[in-house]
């Protein structure tokens, strides 16, 4: 069953459902949903646990492309991502300068960048969330 949670500024939270099984977030009417997310072990590597990423490649030592099962309408969704390991400042980002366009980000696929400090490097775990249309 879908379950829709609207926050409006006017009327609080209204929920609606049907029978689809997904949970869906809206704003003033507006839906996003939560399009994919990944749970993964880069020593192993392996994927641990995903729902809509059909793999993930090593590019090189901290670099990961993360694939998606099937398009996304299109490449403007968000993500959100951890990488844990025993020690140190971990950093999980798009990769790319700071200041022109991701590697890659497209309808299919993203790629990440994982940092210790300033050092890239493999994880223990890798954790990502995508939001989107």
Do not use: R
């Amino acid at each position: 069953m879908a379950v829709t949670i609207n926050a409006q500024a006017t009327t609080g939270l209204l929920t609606t459902a049907d029978g689809s099984g997904i949970v869906k977030l809206q704003s003033d009417g507006k839906t996003t949903n939560t399009i994919a997310w990944l749970n993964y072990n880069a020593t192993v590597p392996s994927i641990t646990s995903s729902y809509f990423i059909s793999s993930v490649t090593l590019v090189s030592t901290g670099v990961f492309n993360i694939n998606f099962s099937s398009n996304q309408s299109d490449a403007n969704y968000a993500l959100s991502g951890s990488v844990g390991t025993s020690t140190g400042t971990n950093i999980f980002c798009l990769s790319g300068s700071g200041s022109s366009a991701p590697t890659l980000k497209t309808a299919a696929s993203v790629q990440v960048t994982t940092l210790s400090g300033a050092t890239l490097f493999n994880p223990y775990v890798l954790s990502a969330m995508f939001f989107g249309n």
